[in-house]
């Protein structure tokens, strides 16, 4: 029983801890950027970033992906039919 009250009692001193700690950054963001355009030019500027890094980040695991389907079906030629078709069908996808 003493163990449930420790742990609880150090579940909410890191609750606390963490709450001040995004209440301090959330200060100095406001106190940082007090203009509402700002905020809104930094957000957009941002997202614009994130779409971005998504994009290219998912074509490097697609490309990723095709070569190491490439790659095992050169290694197992028992695989190799079935590697080849789903290349292709990719390419003819990227093609149109």
Request: aromatic share 14%; proline share 1%; net charge positive.
């Amino acid at each position: 029983m003493m163990k449930f009250w420790q742990k609880l009692k150090k579940q909410v001193r890191d609750d606390n801890e963490k709450g001040a700690r995004e209440a301090v950054l959330e200060d100095l963001f406001n106190d940082f950027n007090r203009n509402r355009f700002t905020i809104y030019k930094f957000n957009f500027v941002r997202g614009v970033f994130f779409g971005f890094g998504s994009v290219l980040g998912g074509t490097v695991v697609v490309a990723l992906v095709v070569g190491l389907l490439t790659w095992t079906g050169q290694l197992i030629p028992g695989v190799a039919g079935f590697v080849d078709s789903v290349v292709d069908m990719m390419q003819r996808a990227n093609a149109q």
